[in-house]
């Protein structure tokens, strides 16, 4: 019996830095790599060299202690919270009730048209 084993690459993660991820798109471009700390209704600028979305994603953090990863749904089927990027601003939707009570951490992969 034969095994095939997937490898293993260690991926890295900086807050709000810029990280080439050493991955191709499609389109031959480099991928890269930027994470943000961000709660409800506040939003991100995000670069304006930036070509197309490969990614989003994250985890949030529910009153301090119950990780979840984005989007996070609840038992019943209702999206709690979600990151969404529209004319390159990200920002953190979540339902009323919620928002002094989450924290998130989002990663967003791009590429670049420059």
Not at 48 to 66: E, K, N, P, R, W
Request: charged share 20%.
């Amino acid at each position: 019996m034969k095994f095939k084993f997937l490898r293993h690459e260690t991926q890295e993660y900086s807050l709000y830095k810029e990280i080439n991820t050493g991955k191709t798109w499609t389109d031959g471009k480099v991928v890269y790599r930027r994470t943000f700390n961000i709660t409800p209704g506040k939003t991100i600028e995000l670069n304006a060299s930036i070509m197309s979305y490969v990614s989003i994603t994250g985890f949030v953090i529910l009153d301090g202690v119950f990780i979840q990863n984005l989007p996070f749904i609840s038992g019943t089927g209702d999206i709690i919270c979600s990151a969404t990027i529209e004319r390159n601003v990200l920002k953190l939707e979540n339902s009323s009730g919620y928002d002094k009570r989450l924290n998130a951490f989002v990663s967003v992969e791009y590429t670049k048209s420059s």
